[in-house]
């Protein structure tokens, strides 16, 4: 699921960025992603899920193969989270304090991924985005089954937040096609992923995706459809984000 992220404007004030990778503070990352815990009950649950994201990530493809991604965690107080997010009824589910969000751009002095973790949550959606914009994620812990589920879950969102489209068909959200893996129609579909159609047994035209079954996919199983039963994002989708992660490490 995605949204357009909404902002709460306020006073800045400082926050406690903290490094989680050994990178070093003055090492310019192609990819920063800040987790931010709501509703935990203690520091050290916080933590653990953390680990079983980022562990994750360092093991699926393309991230498994870059050296630059920053990582990091903020921490703040039950308190903080109550002047910092704000729960809506509608879509999203949070609102998010403007200043908040500044501060830590100017702490990373980058764009980035916030990812709150709502240990009491449901609802798990991020910004339909790109790599060179700052964008939200937001995942609900309570909707997931187990840890795996957990972190293909995170993955998925993640997805979004670069510019992949839901490969699925019966979608919770319909949004429109768009590159680079989900096309309106078959000639659409040649121009984005054609060259690897017959060369990769995994890609073809497949009927769906986006919530429109007239649509067309690269893949049956991926990450972008059914995360709890794919392990990876699928070579259409392992190239986009291999190719603007790269171009990002080389400006």
Not at 10 to 21: E, P, V
Not at 22 to 40: A, H, M, Q
Not at 174 to 196: Q, S, T, V, Y
């Amino acid at each position: 699921m995605f949204f357009n992220i909404i902002l709460i404007y306020s006073n800045g004030f400082a926050h406690d960025i903290r490094s989680y990778s050994e990178i070093d503070d003055k090492t310019r990352n192609s990819l920063n992603l800040v987790l931010c815990s709501l509703n935990y009950q203690n520091n050290e649950d916080f933590a653990k899920d953390r680990e079983t994201l980022i562990q994750k990530l360092k093991k699926t493809k393309p991230f498994d193969e870059f050296n630059s991604l920053g990582l990091w965690y903020v921490n703040i107080s039950r308190k903080e989270e109550g002047e910092i997010f704000k729960p809506t009824e509608g879509f999203p589910p949070l609102k998010v304090r403007n200043d908040f969000l500044g501060d830590i751009f100017a702490r990373l002095k980058s764009e980035y991924k916030l990812i709150i973790i709502d240990a009491s949550g449901s609802t798990s959606c991020a910004e339909l985005s790109s790599l060179d914009k700052t964008s939200l994620i937001i995942l609900g812990k309570t909707r997931y089954k187990d840890e795996n589920s957990f972190a293909k879950g995170f993955l998925h969102e993640l997805g979004h937040s670069f510019g992949l489209r839901d490969e699925c068909i019966d979608c919770e959200q319909i949004c429109p096609a768009g590159k680079p893996n989900c096309a309106r129609d078959k000639e659409e579909a040649e121009r984005f992923w054609g060259d690897l159609v017959g060369k990769d047994s995994r890609v073809n035209y497949i009927a769906g995706c986006c919530g429109n079954r007239d649509y067309i996919r690269p893949t049956i199983a991926s990450l972008m459809n059914d995360a709890d039963k794919a392990e990876d994002f699928g070579p259409v989708n392992e190239r986009y984000l291999r190719k603007i992660i790269l171009e990002k490490e080389s400006e």
